[in-house]
């Protein structure tokens, strides 16, 4: 794009958190008629970005400026009302209202005082018909299909006359059919001169739909050229942008040869099939694939948070697990990735928090509150928690104090397996560390561990194998030299075996 | 002794914390001081006595509710439940009364079955909400006109009456007790503090406030939450069984007016008492102050001709409504 006028840009974006800041001099220009991406690894200040130009956030410093304009949007509603319109990665639509009523949710067209049903109908297929998309508009949204509620979502961006679209990973929840629909749509709406802005972890699909691509690092915009100069490596190397080898510990400690967990043909209902592996003592096994494969549902119906079916056996002994206590009580326990709404209790003290998983030991009938402190005490030096005050509730710790809270909780319940969910979603480059060298340790220790991430650099770093999953079933494996992203990629997107690479 | 303990728990911003904790006791002291000066009788041992037996039926359900509430629940059904417990005791007691005569056994069947009837009906309450997943409104809501109905019934639409003889034996468990303190004064005090202490000191009542504040937690937590919910409903029942027991012999009937509005009572004087009606945070030493503001404002009402007794429920609704809003002054803090 020459000298044309940006629909939206970013200039010198600062925005801090509390006292972190997470955006540092960010600037992007979007065209009209140009798909850009935005790429970089989970907390490099992606998400961020898009809150700023889809005006769900306001920047501490900087300038956003539309159609050569500054502009300041106090709320989403005033971005909408210049045409910038934000897709969620979860839809924001009523499941219950049709098809056409979320088309005009809060924009109902009225004749008098009576909703005008009819030009709401006719303009809602007028709109699906220039997406393409076959829906009927008096379906519930409940009822369709997930691409379907994407062209929902853009059909209501476009009926606000969009200019520019931003969509948060649009393909993490299609499968590969769904997502070339979707491209088909980004074509269509690129030629008709809308700016689009999309954020995907998947590098080929960047370099196939994409005209430019911005790379964040770390709340740095550390590159940003057309798609044309770069290539799945070359994005990824800036990506990532720093030697892995200092961000993950070496792994010495030896592999036991003993098997610590066996599962065969673990299936939980409407989200995972015959999953089979082997976990050995001391090990670290990652378990990879898309958003949506399975990955989390497998792993809560092996310790009993779902039901399932299959054999586990643990230490050689079959057993049967029916909720987490029993996977407790076998050694066996689960980190979940969604620490605030599933892993602490954000109005709750540290120490209550810290105990919850093992307060049986504690009560003696009576809790022992003193054994809890010293719990609490040793868990903030073995965890480093940095806390303010340890009388604090969990919620106002920040992100990684809570994740380090959690994994305290759950080594409490002194675990012989234990299996962790993202274990760095959202949390800053240091406490990373701090979290992947913990992991080693444990495994050093003995614990047999598994680790799930949708972070590559995250899984390849840290496992000694990987599983990848995908549609709900194990996919492949991969170790030693072959835990490439590539593969991983490869497997996780049903491609099979790699055959030419794009390592040139 | 527990006050002591509360203010030294929460120590984050202390000053708004203590005003959140003192505000029931102050709002209690006030009410005793007013009292005390606009009539000479009020701090009188009658008067103080009849209050605090009055208080008792109520007080005791209020503490059961308490855990119901603090683990995200609510119980509509305990007056009705009590209702249909005290007729099902006198039935009990006067069938007996043939085969077993008149003495302290045929009593202790009786608040036997009453205990019985409670656990149960608790445990049907807590069936249907945990694991039949229905919405403890929809099914308390259910039970209560259920019980209200059935003693209905059972009375056939009258009243139904202990034997006199029997009314003789049993009526010193309402009106007699040791060293002037009569028997429903001490069992709402020993009530309140075991469910103080269990509460607070176990883990059970941790259970209940992680479960009330969000129940996904407390099941990746490997907590057994269909189990605890269950119980706090099993603890109310049996505990709606000790209120009818001292219930009963006060007046010896029971009819489809007995117990009516308790339900009401005491979940008011479990907000009052600053837990939060969404669940996560009870304690109990919070509920036996509401129940005592809301009977002493009755009480003051009665004796003195300043506000008119039949404004006894607008006043008693001001402070329900004032209990909230200090209420939501803690949550905005948090």
């Given at each position: 794009?020459?000298?044309?006028?940006?629909?939206?840009?970013?200039?010198?974006?600062?925005?801090?958190?509390?006292?972190?800041?997470?955006?540092?001099?960010?600037?992007?220009?979007?065209?009209?008629?140009?798909?850009?991406?935005?790429?970089?690894?989970?907390?490099?200040?992606?998400?961020?970005?898009?809150?700023?130009?889809?005006?769900?956030?306001?920047?501490?410093?900087?300038?956003?400026?539309?159609?050569g304009e500054p502009v300041r949007f106090r709320s989403s509603d005033e971005a909408e009302a210049?045409?910038?319109?934000?897709?969620?990665?979860?839809?924001?639509?009523?499941?219950?209202?049709?098809?056409?009523?979320?088309?005009?949710?809060?924009?109902?067209?009225?004749?008098?005082?009576?909703?005008?049903?009819?030009?709401?109908?006719?303009?809602?297929?007028?709109?699906?018909?220039?997406?393409?998309?076959?829906?009927?508009?008096?379906?519930?949204?409940?009822?369709?299909?997930?691409?379907?509620?994407?062209?929902?979502?853009?059909?209501?961006?476009?009926?606000?006359?969009?200019?520019?679209?931003?969509?948060?990973?649009?393909?993490?929840?299609?499968?590969?059919?769904?997502?070339?629909?979707?491209?088909?749509?980004?074509?269509?709406?690129?030629?008709?001169?809308?700016?689009?802005?999309?954020?995907?972890?998947?590098?080929?699909?960047?370099?196939?739909?994409?005209?430019?691509?911005?790379?964040?690092?770390?709340?740095?915009?550390?590159?940003?050229?057309?798609?044309?100069?770069?290539?799945?490596?070359?994005?990824?190397?800036?990506?990532?942008?720093?030697?892995?080898?200092?961000?993950?510990?070496?792994?010495?400690?030896?592999?036991?040869?003993?098997?610590?967990?066996?599962?065969?043909?673990?299936?939980?209902?409407?989200?995972?099939?015959?999953?089979?592996?082997?976990?050995?003592?001391?090990?670290?096994?990652?378990?990879?694939?898309?958003?949506?494969?399975?990955?989390?549902?497998?792993?809560?119906?092996?310790?009993?948070?779902?039901?399932?079916?299959?054999?586990?056996?643990?230490?050689?002994?079959?057993?049967?697990?029916?909720?987490?206590?029993?996977?407790?009580?076998?050694?066996?326990?689960?980190?979940?990735?969604?620490?605030?709404?599933?892993?602490?209790?954000?109005?709750?003290?540290?120490?209550?928090?810290?105990?919850?998983?093992?307060?049986?030991?504690?009560?003696?009938?009576?809790?022992?509150?003193?054994?809890?402190?010293?719990?609490?005490?040793?868990?903030?030096?073995?965890?480093?928690?940095?806390?303010?005050?340890?009388?604090?509730?969990?919620?106002?710790?920040?992100?990684?104090?809570?994740?380090?809270?959690?994994?305290?909780?759950?080594?409490?319940?002194?675990?012989?397996?234990?299996?962790?969910?993202?274990?760095?979603?959202?949390?800053?480059?240091?406490?990373?560390?701090?979290?992947?060298?913990?992991?080693?340790?444990?495994?050093?220790?003995?614990?047999?561990?598994?680790?799930?991430?949708?972070?590559?650099?995250?899984?390849?770093?840290?496992?000694?194998?990987?599983?990848?999953?995908?549609?709900?079933?194990?996919?492949?494996?991969?170790?030693?030299?072959?835990?490439?992203?590539?593969?991983?990629?490869?497997?996780?997107?049903?491609?099979?075996?790699?055959?030419?690479?794009?390592?040139? | 002794?527990?006050?002591?303990?509360?203010?030294?728990?929460?120590?984050?911003?202390?000053?708004?914390?203590?005003?959140?904790?003192?505000?029931?006791?102050?709002?209690?002291?006030?009410?005793?001081?007013?009292?005390?000066?606009?009539?000479?009788?009020?701090?009188?041992?009658?008067?103080?006595?009849?209050?605090?037996?009055?208080?008792?039926?109520?007080?005791?359900?209020?503490?059961?509710?308490?855990?119901?509430?603090?683990?995200?629940?609510?119980?509509?059904?305990?007056?009705?439940?009590?209702?249909?417990?005290?007729?099902?005791?006198?039935?009990?007691?006067?069938?007996?009364?043939?085969?077993?005569?008149?003495?302290?056994?045929?009593?202790?069947?009786?608040?036997?079955?009453?205990?019985?009837?409670?656990?149960?009906?608790?445990?049907?309450?807590?069936?249907?909400?945990?694991?039949?997943?229905?919405?403890?409104?929809?099914?308390?809501?259910?039970?209560?006109?259920?019980?209200?109905?059935?003693?209905?019934?059972?009375?056939?639409?009258?009243?139904?009456?202990?034997?006199?003889?029997?009314?003789?034996?049993?009526?010193?468990?309402?009106?007699?007790?040791?060293?002037?303190?009569?028997?429903?004064?001490?069992?709402?005090?020993?009530?309140?503090?075991?469910?103080?202490?269990?509460?607070?000191?176990?883990?059970?009542?941790?259970?209940?406030?992680?479960?009330?504040?969000?129940?996904?937690?407390?099941?990746?937590?490997?907590?057994?939450?269909?189990?605890?919910?269950?119980?706090?409903?099993?603890?109310?029942?049996?505990?709606?069984?000790?209120?009818?027991?001292?219930?009963?012999?006060?007046?010896?009937?029971?009819?489809?007016?007995?117990?009516?509005?308790?339900?009401?009572?005491?979940?008011?004087?479990?907000?009052?008492?600053?837990?939060?009606?969404?669940?996560?945070?009870?304690?109990?030493?919070?509920?036996?102050?509401?129940?005592?503001?809301?009977?002493?404002?009755?009480?003051?009402?009665?004796?003195?001709?300043?506000?008119?007794?039949?404004?006894?429920?607008?006043?008693?609704?001001?402070?329900?409504?004032?209990?909230?809003?200090?209420?939501?002054?803690?949550?905005?803090?948090?």
């Amino acid at each position: 794009m020459t000298s044309a006028t940006a629909a939206l840009s970013l200039e010198g974006i600062d925005r801090s958190f509390g006292p972190v800041q997470v955006l540092f001099g960010v600037a992007i220009d979007l065209f009209p008629g140009e798909v850009h991406a935005l790429i970089g690894e989970n907390g490099a200040g992606k998400s961020t970005t898009m809150k700023i130009m889809g005006g769900y956030l306001s920047p501490s410093h900087g300038t956003v400026s539309v159609g050569g304009e500054p502009v300041r949007f106090r709320s989403s509603d005033e971005a909408e009302a210049q045409g910038i319109v934000m897709i969620h990665q979860e839809f924001n639509l009523a499941e219950d209202l049709t098809v056409e009523e979320n088309v005009f949710l809060g924009h109902e067209l009225r004749k008098g005082l009576f909703l005008d049903k009819k030009a709401m109908r006719e303009e809602t297929v007028a709109l699906l018909d220039r997406l393409d998309c076959r829906v009927d508009p008096k379906a519930r949204v409940r009822d369709i299909s997930t691409p379907d509620k994407q062209m929902v979502e853009i059909a209501k961006a476009l009926r606000r006359d969009a200019r520019v679209l931003i969509m948060d990973e649009p393909t993490a929840v299609l499968t590969n059919r769904e997502a070339e629909v979707l491209f088909e749509q980004v074509d269509r709406l690129r030629s008709q001169g809308v700016a689009l802005l999309f954020t995907s972890h998947k590098l080929d699909e960047v370099k196939r739909i994409s005209d430019r691509v911005t790379v964040m690092r770390d709340g740095h915009v550390v590159e940003s050229r057309p798609t044309s100069e770069l290539t799945a490596d070359s994005m990824a190397e800036a990506m990532v942008g720093r030697e892995l080898s200092n961000l993950f510990p070496k792994r010495s400690a030896e592999i036991s040869s003993d098997i610590a967990l066996k599962v065969s043909n673990l299936t939980v209902p409407g989200h995972a099939t015959d999953v089979s592996f082997e976990l050995r003592r001391g090990e670290v096994l990652g378990l990879s694939g898309l958003i949506g494969s399975g990955r989390t549902e497998t792993m809560e119906g092996l310790v009993g948070l779902r039901s399932h079916e299959g054999t586990v056996e643990i230490d050689g002994e079959a057993v049967k697990i029916t909720s987490p206590r029993d996977a407790q009580s076998r050694g066996l326990v689960y980190l979940t990735e969604d620490r605030k709404s599933r892993g602490l209790v954000l109005n709750m003290g540290l120490r209550e928090n810290l105990t919850l998983q093992s307060l049986p030991r504690f009560a003696k009938p009576f809790l022992d509150q003193k054994a809890e402190e010293e719990a609490l005490d040793k868990a903030i030096k073995d965890f480093d928690i940095r806390a303010p005050d340890r009388s604090m509730k969990a919620g106002n710790l920040s992100g990684g104090n809570q994740q380090k809270l959690l994994v305290a909780k759950i080594m409490l319940a002194e675990p012989r397996i234990v299996i962790i969910d993202e274990p760095t979603r959202g949390i800053d480059i240091g406490t990373k560390q701090q979290i992947y060298e913990f992991i080693h340790h444990l495994a050093a220790e003995g614990v047999s561990v598994i680790v799930i991430s949708s972070e590559m650099t995250e899984v390849i770093g840290l496992a000694d194998r990987i599983i990848v999953m995908r549609q709900g079933r194990v996919a492949g494996e991969v170790s030693g030299a072959e835990k490439t992203e590539d593969a991983i990629v490869r497997l996780a997107m049903g491609l099979g075996a790699r055959e030419t690479e794009t390592t040139a | 002794m527990s006050t002591a303990e509360t203010t030294s728990a929460p120590t984050q911003a202390p000053r708004k914390i203590n005003i959140q904790v003192l505000g029931p006791i102050i709002a209690l002291v006030v009410l005793v001081i007013v009292g005390a000066l606009m009539n000479s009788n009020f701090l009188s041992y009658a008067n103080v006595t009849n209050v605090l037996a009055r208080s008792a039926f109520i007080g005791i359900i209020a503490v059961g509710m308490t855990f119901v509430i603090t683990a995200g629940g609510l119980d509509l059904s305990v007056g009705s439940m009590a209702a249909f417990i005290a007729g099902l005791m006198i039935l009990v007691m006067n069938y007996l009364l043939p085969s077993m005569g008149n003495g302290v056994p045929i009593i202790l069947v009786g608040m036997l079955a009453a205990l019985v009837a409670g656990l149960a009906a608790g445990f049907l309450n807590g069936f249907l909400i945990t694991n039949m997943r229905i919405e403890a409104f929809i099914v308390t809501l259910g039970t209560m006109g259920i019980y209200r109905s059935l003693v209905t019934w059972l009375a056939d639409g009258g009243t139904l009456s202990l034997d006199f003889g029997l009314r003789q034996t049993y009526r010193p468990v309402y009106y007699e007790g040791i060293l002037g303190i009569s028997w429903p004064i001490i069992i709402f005090a020993l009530v309140a503090i075991a469910g103080e202490i269990v509460m607070r000191k176990t883990a059970f009542g941790r259970y209940c406030a992680a479960i009330g504040s969000n129940d996904q937690v407390a099941r990746y937590s490997s907590v057994d939450v269909g189990r605890v919910r269950i119980l706090t409903y099993i603890l109310l029942g049996v505990l709606v069984g000790v209120a009818t027991i001292m219930y009963v012999p006060r007046l010896g009937s029971a009819s489809s007016s007995t117990g009516v509005l308790w339900e009401l009572e005491a979940i008011a004087a479990v907000i009052i008492g600053g837990t939060m009606l969404k669940g996560g945070f009870g304690r109990v030493w919070g509920t036996v102050v509401g129940v005592l503001i809301l009977s002493l404002i009755g009480n003051i009402l009665n004796l003195t001709d300043f506000v008119s007794p039949y404004l006894n429920g607008a006043i008693q609704g001001v402070i329900i409504i004032l209990a909230v809003i200090l209420q939501r002054g803690r949550k905005a803090e948090g």
